[in-house]
């Protein structure tokens, strides 16, 4: 079982964050998946990949490498410490391209059932990112 979770989680980041293959969702998800961490958008699979696409719009160059992985066997679930890379070529969060090369962190919680992911927790360093973008002077 570890070992299977291990690698769901593995090809959900290779596939999703850094090759944005939106198409990834459809093969990985379950179909009642469930995002716990949506923002503005559906907590589906559909709001999922318009998320996804949206941020490889705003960040073509998107690269997200795994630096951990925990693994709760007994709970089916995988938890991912990554490190980003991307360059701010679309608006973001109302602000106009910058063409700044920027790195950020995150961590991500996936529950897998049945070799599908069924929930997703995420978080990022969202004012880290905001300082590197110029949004805010922390």
């Known amino acids: 079982m570890r070992k299977e979770l291990r690698a769901i989680a593995l090809r959900w980041m290779v596939e999703i964050w850094q090759e944005g293959k939106v198409g990834a969702v459809d093969e990985l998800h379950a179909p009642d998946f469930?995002?716990?961490?949506p923002g503005s958008r559906n907590s589906d699979n559909?709001?999922?990949?318009?998320?996804?696409?949206?941020?490889y719009k705003t960040f073509p160059d998107f690269y997200?490498?795994?630096e951990e992985?925990?693994?709760?066997?007994?709970?089916?679930k995988v938890t991912i410490l990554w490190a980003a890379t991307g360059t701010q070529v679309g608006e973001?969060?109302?602000v106009p391209?910058?063409?700044?090369?920027?790195?950020?962190?995150?961590?991500?919680?996936?529950?897998i059932?049945?070799?599908k992911i069924v929930e997703r927790w995420g978080e990022w360093d969202?004012?880290?990112?905001?300082?590197k973008l110029g949004l805010w002077k922390g």
């Open 34 to 37: 469930i995002d716990h961490s």
């Open 46 to 55: 559909e709001g999922f990949k318009s998320g996804v696409r949206d941020h």
């Open 64 to 66: 997200a490498a795994t």
């Open 69 to 76: 992985l925990a693994i709760d066997e007994a709970a089916g």
């Open 92 to 94: 973001y969060l109302g």
């Open 97 to 111: 391209p910058s063409g700044r090369r920027i790195a950020f962190r995150g961590i991500e919680i996936l529950r």
């Open 113 to 115: 059932e049945n070799d």
């Open 126 to 131: 969202g004012m880290d990112l905001l300082v």
